[in-house]
């Protein structure tokens, strides 16, 4: 591989510079900023750096002469020409656009930079070249997730002028919405003196309904055991003294129709908000099933939960931008009390921030 490093006034006249030295099928390594030196002739202008490379071999450095021209390739290289050739195409359609200038960068799967571990967990390729540009002028984690807190929306869940808020977590299987509601309601009870009901819908998973039970009972909160529409809705007028009710659903499949044709039945009473729980170490593929097929349950707030079992803070960035309504909590351990939080923008961009300057 030959590496090439080139200078000029402009983004484009760097491309230019490349493409004349290494030809068409160069890629473009890296890009930057740089600063002239005092009494440098440019005027004090910063200029652009960049640094190219075309396949030809072991990678080296190389003079700007050309390279001497090579013996007739073998039968094993002409075969694995065109193969090179398709995979080298392929990466150059998958590379980022910067600065409008249709520049391509490549990164190497040894040194994965911020763009590529942010493009990696689903992060638009686009936004993620945009904080990779930024975070080089950053000098802290906290000034880069001041700058970028904006792409987490956060709010609390709101409560009715009249009546009980009723909510009803649902979710995939796994995502700790039983916990959740016990978490919720212990916050509520305790923290904010309100009067909390809870009600168990589950009737897959053996030993959720008894779970939450002994649960209300320690706290000291009503607790309804409903597995159809009907006896849901008979529960809620029995409980509509209280300020806020957290329904239980049951988890299941979500690409299985049949579970959220049940789902949407079971919270048909105009009364219930739907409210997403989505588990933090939830897998990039896993995410975007369950986020399209809950959305259809019009779910008012996002609730992110195990946020300390999730490898990397980064798909936090991802979960932002697809998530159909604000986060309201975050959760993470297994304690019941301390382990519910307030989603805070600031917060959740720090976290991410500090894993990319990291």
């Not at 911020?114 to 993620?128: K, N, S």
């Amino acid at each position: 591989m030959k590496i090439r490093k080139f200078e000029a006034d402009t983004l484009r006249e760097a491309m230019e510079q490349a493409r004349r030295e290494l030809g068409d099928n160069a890629v473009i390594l890296n890009t930057r900023e740089v600063r002239p030196l005092p009494g440098a002739r440019t005027g004090g202008r910063p200029r652009v750096e960049l640094v190219a490379a075309v396949d030809t071999g072991p990678a080296v450095l190389t003079s700007p002469e050309p390279p001497a021209p090579r013996e007739a390739e073998t039968g094993r290289d002409q075969e694995a020409s065109p193969a090179l050739a398709a995979e080298v195409a392929a990466l150059r359609e998958a590379l980022v656009s910067l600065v409008g200038e249709g520049v391509l960068v490549a990164h190497t799967k040894a040194a994965p930079g911020p763009e590529r571990r942010m493009r990696d967990v689903g992060v638009d390729a686009a936004l993620a070249g945009q904080i990779a540009r930024s975070l080089q002028e950053c000098s802290s984690p906290e000034e880069a997730a001041a700058q970028w807190e904006c792409l987490f929306s956060c709010a609390a869940p709101s409560l009715p002028e009249s009546g009980p808020a009723v909510w009803a977590l649902v979710g995939p299987t796994g995502a700790g919405k039983t916990s959740c509601a016990a978490r919720l309601a212990a916050a509520y009870r305790f923290r904010e003196k309100r009067s909390v009901a809870l009600i168990s819908c589950d009737g897959v998973r053996i030993g959720a309904p008894e779970q939450l039970q002994r649960i209300a009972s320690t706290m000291g909160t009503p607790f309804e055991l409903c597995l159809d529409a009907s006896s849901l809705s008979e529960a809620l007028d029995r409980c509509s003294s209280h300020d806020i009710v957290l329904v239980d659903t049951p988890g299941g499949p979500p690409r299985d129709d049949g579970f959220l044709k049940g789902l949407r039945s079971l919270l048909r009473d105009g009364r219930i908000s739907a409210h997403l729980v989505l588990p933090a170490n939830i897998s990039r593929e896993a995410r975007r099933i369950a986020v399209e097929a809950f959305s259809a349950l019009d779910p008012q707030r996002v609730i992110l939960t195990k946020l300390d079992e999730a490898g990397s803070s980064i798909p936090l960035l991802a979960i932002s931008q697809e998530i159909p309504a604000a986060v309201s909590f975050v959760s993470e351990g297994q304690e019941l009390a301390g382990g519910l939080m307030p989603a805070d923008a600031r917060s959740l961009a720090l976290r991410v921030m500090e894993e990319l300057m990291g």
